[in-house]
């Protein structure tokens, strides 16, 4: 069985938890706050999900997603990543993160920067322009007429190839724009941010994204 660790237990890490236990999957998920702090949270999610460290999270899992404040992404665990696919649901909010001039100024993306805090991991970008509300519920077979599309994008084709086998057990198209120095066209504010978009749909918004807001 695929154990997925999840470092961040926010709206978005408990939501993915969720489906991946849905989907038969296994959870180790960390927080900030320490593991005693999820008990409540595993014990509702299940005798498939197991709380534990950043640190442990990130070893226990096959792969593992991130999804913490982008202000805190430094603290991820670099060593127990090596080699590994790491899932970025981060976005660049200023407001709570403060400002970063290089994303400012168009120079680098969220999850490039996570890329290079991580070198020898393997980073795709996923989950970032969905409401966590929208992950358990708006999925549908393969084939189905606008099925919803996601982006992602990663420097490795392995990775991204990942993600797109999860999109599609979650119920959802995948769109890949290609290395992670193109994924600024799914951040916020871009036309394909938060909005509810089928493939060709999700094409056109990442095709018209301005570079810088």
Request: charged share 20%; glycine share 8%; proline share 6%.
């Amino acid at each position: 069985m695929t154990n997925v660790g999840i470092i961040g237990a926010g709206h978005i890490g408990q939501a993915v938890a969720r489906e991946f236990i849905k989907h038969g999957y296994t959870v180790t998920i960390a927080n900030s706050r320490g593991p005693e702090t999820l008990a409540d949270l595993v014990r509702d999610l299940g005798p498939n999900a197991t709380a534990a460290t950043a640190a442990d999270a990130a070893a226990a899992g096959d792969f593992v997603v991130v999804t913490v404040p982008l202000k805190n992404y430094t603290d991820v665990p670099v060593a127990p990543l090596a080699g590994k696919i790491v899932i970025d649901t981060n976005n660049y909010y200023f407001e709570r993160d403060g400002h970063f001039p290089d994303l400012d100024e168009g120079k680098t993306t969220v999850s490039g920067m996570l890329q290079e805090h991580l070198p020898s991991s393997k980073v795709a970008k996923g989950f970032n322009h969905i409401n966590f509300r929208e992950i358990p519920t708006d999925g549908t077979p393969a084939g189905t007429p606008n099925r919803r599309a996601l982006a992602t994008a990663s420097d490795f084709d392995d990775a991204a190839a990942l993600v797109t086998s999860i999109y599609d057990e979650f119920g959802f198209d995948t769109v890949n724009i290609g290395p992670l120095s193109e994924s600024w066209r799914v951040e916020r504010d871009r036309p394909a941010y938060v909005t509810r978009q089928n493939r060709e749909q999700l094409v056109a918004n990442l095709d018209k994204a301005p570079r810088t807001i």
